[in-house]
């Protein structure tokens, strides 16, 4: 089974950008697809964007759709989530979630459909 570790997360003033990675291991990570979500405090666990295992398939949340950019290193083993434009409400602790995947262009919505999960990395945009 993978293991994922999410890193980038931080303090970033409105309009700044990061840059959160998702180093994966114990598996071969070409064989997962991933996904990026958010929990802010008091809500639900909702998607921001997933990738299929290929690299060829992305969806975004309408909510970050032109800022935020998914994207995956197969052969570094990890994935990606560029986030531009930083908003206050982007707020919240960032889990990335790998699922096995025999589909290559199969991205997946829901946290349901995810089997691992990170620890999480905490985002924080100040106003």
């Known amino acids: 089974q993978v293991q994922l570790v999410e890193s980038g997360g931080g303090l970033v003033q409105t309009g700044g950008s990061l840059r959160l990675s998702c180093a994966a291991s114990?598996?071969?990570?070409?064989?997962?697809?991933m996904g990026w979500f958010r929990q802010a405090p008091g809500k639900e666990r909702e998607l921001v964007a997933a990738?299929?295992?290929?690299?060829?398939?992305?969806v975004y949340a309408d909510s970050v759709k032109g800022r935020f950019t998914i994207s995956r290193d197969n052969a570094k083993n990890t994935g990606f989530l560029q986030m531009n434009s930083l908003k206050p409400e982007d707020t919240a602790v960032y889990y990335c979630?790998?699922?096995?995947?025999?589909?290559?262009?199969?991205?997946?919505?829901?946290?349901?459909?995810?089997?691992?999960w990170g620890q999480g990395t905490q985002v924080t945009v100040s106003s």
């Open positions: 979630a790998a699922v096995p995947s025999s589909h290559y262009y199969s991205a997946y919505r829901t946290r349901y459909e995810y089997d691992y």
């Open positions: 114990g598996g071969t990570f070409s064989n997962y697809a």
């Open positions: 990738i299929s295992r290929s690299g060829g398939s992305t």
